[in-house]
């Protein structure tokens, strides 16, 4: 048989039905992808079952072989549950006709590509870009550790706009205020409600941790759900003249340092890295135009891995082997199923329909007010006597 140059085949295949040419072309590349989930397995089965095998259904460790999947993999059974499975079970692989796809989409990640140019650079649909974003983030936020401030920790809270995008009638939701439309007048100044409080707390070892708190102004009790754990005892928590820190610092045992009077620093003390940080998130976001408030968490894990500060950390490394150890913390219809303002709050998430309520009473009272203002600044047309009379021979 005569070897055919590359350009012959190009040119052959180009000679076929599109059928006949979707056939050759997935007979050469089945092999390889079956090739390359195999290889998936074992790098999955020597990470995960590094200290033995267990059952991802019930943790048991009574495991035996049982037979291989249809791809050729190796499979188990739990003699505790008796159910079945592999390496890469419960796992963002589990199924993966493509397992190159999500390293990929990593890549993106840390590029901060938006959904659709993730999409078209993966060369996947706009809704399977968006599934494999969110299902990334939630296995990176159960696989970062415990927030463990200590030292000089700053604390302060940033705020952003509420956004409703990403909820949708058909699942429930009703709109608990008239829809923005494009355009809209600003009335933010006497409504604090309408803006999503991040708490965020920072060491001088870049250990970082930003909270989606509440709605509004956080009180003492807001900031203690938020970063009450998050800041070891005998630590110093440097803030600004904010009061609501105070109960946090009397029950963590901190020496607390607030900076009054518009002073920014006091020797050692100040808040100007939680301050980088605040804009390093607004910068972050910006290009969304506008994060959903239902995904804000999973906004701000992706900020905290792949964006501030990274210095010699490697995320993508790090990102990968999440990958490969941690279980999928949701399925793909729980994505979009989440509630559409997730707060830690205790005050607060109890009563949000009736905080939510009056948020729209204020919006509605502040829009009134700032028509009224508008109306009674109207400038009047002016008229002949109005024009000054040194002016009125000049030739214009």
């Known amino acids: 048989m005569a070897k055919l140059s590359k350009f012959e085949v190009v040119e052959a295949l180009a000679e076929l039905s599109p059928s006949d040419r979707a056939f050759v072309i997935s007979q050469f590349t089945s092999g390889k992808g079956k090739a390359s989930l195999l290889?998936?397995?074992d790098d999955v089965a020597e990470k995960r079952f590094a200290q033995g095998r267990f059952c991802p259904?019930?943790?048991?460790?009574?495991?035996?072989?049982?037979?291989?999947?249809?791809?050729?993999?190796?499979?188990?059974?739990?003699?505790?549950?008796?159910?079945?499975?592999?390496?890469t079970t419960k796992t963002i692989y589990a199924h993966a006709k493509n397992p190159d796809l999500l390293p990929a989409y990593l890549v993106?990640?840390?590029?901060?590509?938006?959904?659709r140019e993730s999409a078209k650079e993966c060369g996947v649909s706009l809704r399977t870009s968006f599934l494999m974003r969110h299902r990334i983030l939630d296995i990176l936020a159960a696989s970062?550790?415990?927030?463990?401030?200590?030292?000089?920790?700053e604390a302060d809270e940033t705020f952003l706009d509420l956004s409703f995008k990403g909820n949708h009638t058909a699942d429930g939701f009703k709109m608990p205020r008239e829809p923005h439309r494009r355009g809209h007048t600003s009335v933010q100044r006497g409504n604090s409600l309408n803006k999503v409080c991040v708490v965020?707390?920072?060491?001088?070892?870049?250990?970082?941790?930003?909270?989606?708190?509440?709605?509004?102004?956080?009180?003492?009790?807001?900031?203690?759900?938020?970063?009450g754990t998050d800041i070891q005892p005998k630590?110093?928590?440097?803030?600004?003249?904010?009061?609501?820190?105070?109960?946090?610092?009397?029950?963590?045992?901190?020496?607390?340092?607030?900076?009054?009077?518009?002073?920014?620093?006091?020797?050692?003390?100040?808040?100007?890295?939680a301050n980088q940080l605040h804009q390093s998130i607004k910068e972050f976001l910006g290009p969304f135009h506008g994060v959903a408030t239902k995904y804000l968490r999973n906004y701000m894990v992706w900020h905290r891995v792949f964006h501030f500060r990274i210095g010699d950390r490697r995320p993508l490394k790090d990102a990968k082997e999440a990958l490969l150890l941690h279980n999928v913390c949701?399925?793909?219809?729980?994505?979009?199923a989440r509630p559409a303002v997730p707060l830690t709050s205790t005050r607060q998430v109890p009563n949000l329909p009736e905080v939510m309520k009056v948020m729209v009473e204020k919006?509605?009272?502040?829009?009134?007010?700032?028509?009224?203002?508008?109306?009674?600044?109207?400038i009047p047309p002016q008229t002949e006597e109005a024009i000054p009379p040194i002016l009125e021979n000049e030739p214009f």
């Open 200 to 227: 965020t707390a920072i060491d001088r070892e870049n250990d970082t941790n930003a909270v989606v708190s509440n709605l509004g102004v956080p009180s003492a009790s807001d900031i203690i759900d938020a970063i």
């Open 144 to 153: 970062q550790p415990t927030a463990d401030l200590d030292g000089i920790v």
């Open 108 to 115: 993106c990640m840390k590029q901060h590509l938006s959904l």
């Open 235 to 273: 630590s110093v928590l440097c803030t600004d003249k904010s009061s609501s820190y105070r109960l946090l610092a009397t029950n963590n045992n901190l020496d607390l340092v607030r900076l009054k009077g518009g002073k920014i620093k006091r020797g050692i003390y100040h808040i100007q890295n």
């Open 363 to 378: 919006e509605e009272l502040a829009r009134c007010k700032l028509k009224k203002n508008q109306k009674g600044r109207s």
């Open 57 to 87: 259904h019930c943790q048991g460790r009574n495991i035996v072989r049982f037979g291989h999947s249809h791809q050729g993999a190796q499979r188990y059974r739990c003699n505790d549950c008796r159910k079945t499975f592999t390496a």
């Open 39 to 41: 290889n998936l397995h």
């Open 330 to 336: 949701s399925r793909t219809r729980e994505v979009s």
